[in-house]
């Protein structure tokens, strides 16, 4: 009989989730992670009294109450509301595209007439088979939106043309004809009011966990210790980069102190121009409603990805997927009890909703015989 029934290797929000609904089915189980901290992503710490987001801003968001009464058994959430605004052409403009933007934009008041200006832009583009994202773009939104809030800002953001990109990331671009600056548009919205990292350490209350612990510099030793392995990481590691190296979008912030009690108004704002090297302004002490003498505000510069960055996102190129299917077909055979969960180890762009939801989903797979 082994140590352990499961031994989940990354304590972001994936591995905490899952290691929180084996706990409580009574399954003995151990955490690892490789950084001396829990939380991935998520990790949030204090500074100056103001719970900074040290990987970028996480706005817990979902339509299911299963998903939000489980995080709530962990912290108390507060009502924010995401609501980031734009840049460009010394001019501020509403986030997401809706009434107050076509306002901003077109002057137009009524929806009829805003959705009269893009729809005959669109009938100008002659757009009938989008063949990349630049093109998906313009046949959704038309010229003018296009080049104000997405051209530059994307090609900021991904490090090349938006012709280069595929038209299924055009997808994700909410589009409304009333007035709602309610970015996410989702029944439950809010952030835990005492911080990430402090939620998920609730979370995993009575569970084991070793830090700087590294799962793939000693596999046998680790899988040896555990009937199943819940594998949070990203897989090409597993095989020691057999087959080359997975492809992601990475992020680098700079946090700042300043000696302002409020320093641009609101939580997020979008730089757009092309000429400025970061995407998003963020200002933290907005999303729990601080009260502080200083403010802290991060600048969110994107860049390529290199062996040792940060993995923030999966890339959207095709051959990445199919190298990550290649990898995991492999994996499945070596090591059958290996489970593979969250955004880098399933490299998908997951919402932390759908963090929660892909737990759940093992969770019955890997109890349904309990």
């Not at 055979?333 to 919402?351: E, S």
Request: with cysteine; charged share 25%; aromatic share 14%.
């Amino acid at each position: 009989m082994k140590k352990y029934d499961y031994l989940v290797v990354g304590a972001g929000l994936a591995g905490c989730t899952i290691a929180n609904l084996l706990k409580k089915n009574n399954k003995r189980v151990l955490i690892i992670e490789k950084e001396d901290h829990i939380g991935g992503m998520c990790y949030s710490e204090k500074r100056e009294n103001i719970e900074v987001h040290i990987f970028g801003p996480h706005i817990f968001h979902t339509d299911s109450k299963e998903v939000f009464d489980f995080v709530q058994q962990f912290s108390p959430f507060n009502n924010f509301v995401n609501q980031p605004k734009a840049y460009k052409n010394g001019k501020l403009y509403s986030l997401p595209y809706n009434m107050n933007t076509f306002y901003e934009v077109f002057n137009t008041i009524k929806p009829c007439d805003a959705k009269k200006v893009i729809d005959e832009e669109i009938k100008k583009e002659n757009i009938k088979n989008p063949a990349n994202f630049e093109e998906k773009c313009l046949s959704l939104v038309g010229r003018t939106i296009y080049e104000i809030f997405i051209k530059d800002y994307t090609a900021k953001q991904w490090k090349t043309d938006p012709k280069n990109l595929p038209a299924s990331l055009a997808s994700r671009l909410p589009l409304r004809f009333y007035y709602d600056n309610n970015y996410f548009n989702h029944r439950y919205q809010g952030i835990p009011e005492i911080g990430y990292t402090k939620m998920l350490q609730n979370m995993i209350d009575g569970i084991k966990i070793e830090f700087n612990t590294d799962f793939n510099k000693d596999i046998k030793k680790y899988i040896d210790m555990a009937e199943h392995v819940i594998y949070t990481g990203s897989i090409d590691e597993l095989l020691d980069f057999k087959y080359g190296i997975l492809n992601y979008r990475t992020l680098r912030f700079e946090h700042k102190v300043l000696d302002v009690d409020n320093y641009q108004g609101t939580a997020v704002i979008n730089n757009n121009e092309k000429d400025v090297p970061y995407t998003r302004s963020i200002e933290h002490k907005f999303f729990n409603y601080s009260q502080t003498e200083k403010t802290v505000v991060s600048y969110e510069y994107p860049e390529e990805y290199k062996l040792g960055c940060v993995k923030y996102y999966p890339s959207l190129q095709q051959k990445d997927n199919e190298l990550y299917m290649k990898y995991l077909d492999e994996i499945k055979t070596t090591f059958p009890n290996l489970h593979v969960l969250g955004r880098i180890a399933q490299y998908k762009y997951l919402d932390m909703d759908k963090v929660i939801i892909e737990a759940f989903e093992l969770f019955k797979q890997l109890t349904k015989n309990f």
